[in-house]
């Protein structure tokens, strides 16, 4: 297969030039449901990058008839993150013209939707397909709304102009893929909304992290929220639907990293993923294993942070990826002072028992900066 590649304008610079988005479309012989993947959202997370390089290269081998339906492939989805460095570093996590997160800023339909009890007691007699493309609509001629604020001579800030462009690529897909890793070292995993548990076997990653509160400011957030909301006002009409719509967050490895584990692992779970659901038809896919994969889920309030209680220098830290038990001295400070004293050694114990899946890249840190999560 050739993929339809369309380049979309999103900011024109004070210099006169242009930073666009690519889009890569592959369209199956037959029609069907629509996978939306991208990846870079944050600056410095650009493993996903490489696992979409491969991705095209795999389907661009497929025969038309081996795909049902669309799938839509955006790399370096931020490029204004891409390109942010402080020094040698990668940064890209937060807009620096108005210090909003990059993945705290999008458009959430079900804030809005003030009549969803009066729209799903009019659904009830209707197929969950029905419903689906009716509640779409509503969506849709929502968002429509916030497209037309782009042509007023007020216009708009741009982090809005850019949300806009990059939901107004996926609202109507039936599966929606954000590839991230950590800003900071951490193993692979993903994000889970609760129901579909199921469904995250497919990706063949053993943890993850279960959603269990959350703002629908997160690009997974924003486009699962609404489904989730209505799912939950037709059970209260004694109307049981989980409709074939997703969202994930998949995390793989480090920030300013390719790691080929982590790569190899995301480009496999996709295509896995992508089989389960039936938009791929291809020898040895879904694998067989995938009902039977174990993925263990943390809930996300459940996750333990640790921050410095004073500054210093970390070491004798716990390994990535560590089983760690309470009481387990998790990491040492040697902690400096301006007091005439000697410097101090502090050891920081678990609080509760659990995996090691987050570390800080950087081995000094000011009191209250972030050193490890514990999943």
């Known amino acids: 297969m050739v993929p339809t590649v369309t380049t979309i304008p999103i900011q024109h610079l004070a210099s006169g030039d242009r930073l666009s988005l690519q889009v890569y479309r592959f369209i199956g012989a037959s029609p069907g449901k629509k996978a939306y993947v991208q990846a870079n959202l944050h600056g410095s997370e650009i493993v996903g990058n490489a696992v979409i390089h ?25 490029p204004i993150a891409t390109n942010q ?39 009830v007699s209707h197929s969950p397909e029905e419903i689906r493309q009716n509640y779409l ?15 007023s001579p007020s216009g708009l800030p741009f982090s809005e102009r850019y949300r806009y462009q990059i939901q107004s690529l996926c609202l109507d897909a039936n599966y929606v893929i954000d590839i991230h890793s950590s800003s900071n070292q951490a193993i692979d995993y993903l994000y889970c909304f609760q129901s579909r ?33 209505l799912e939950k006002q037709l059970a209260a009409l004694g109307k049981t639907i ?12 480090s920030g300013m990293e390719m790691n080929p584990d982590s ?35 943390t809930i996300k309030s459940q996750i333990k942070q640790y921050y410095a209680p004073a500054g210093g220098m970390i070491q004798s830290r716990v390994q990535l990826g560590s ?30 028992d659990g995996l090691v899946f987050s570390v800080a890249k950087n081995h000094a840190v000011n009191e209250g900066e972030y050193i490890l999560s514990v999943m």
């Not at 491969?54 to 931020?78: A, K, R």
């Open 85 to 123: 460095r402080n020094h040698f570093f990668a940064t890209g996590r937060f807009n620096p013209y108005d210090g909003k997160d990059w993945n705290r800023i999008f458009w959430d339909y079900e804030k809005e939707d003030e009549d969803l009890a009066e729209f799903a007691e009019f659904q």
């Open 242 to 253: 989980q409709f074939d719509v997703e969202s994930w967050t998949i995390e793989l490895g």
């Open 197 to 229: 548990e199921e469904s995250a076997k497919a990706f063949l990653l053993n943890r993850g992290i279960l959603m269990n509160e959350y703002d629908g400011d997160a690009f997974d957030e924003a486009f699962m929220k609404p489904w989730l909301a």
């Open 323 to 352: 089983k760690i038990r309470s009481g387990q001295s998790l990491y040492q400070l040697l902690s400096f002072n301006r007091e005439g004293d000697l410097p101090q050694l502090i050891e920081v114990m678990a609080e509760s």
């Open 54 to 78: 491969q991705l095209l290269e795999f389907f661009s081998h497929l025969e038309d008839s081996q795909l049902t339906g669309e799938i839509w492939l955006v790399p370096v989805c931020n």
């Open 263 to 297: 790569v190899k692992k995301g480009v496999m779970g996709i295509k896995n993923y992508l089989a389960q659901k039936q938009l791929l038809d291809c020898p040895n896919l879904p694998l067989d294993n995938t009902t039977s994969q174990l993925v263990e889920f």
């Open 137 to 151: 609509q509503r969506i849709q001629a929502s968002f429509k709304k916030q497209g037309d604020k782009l042509q």
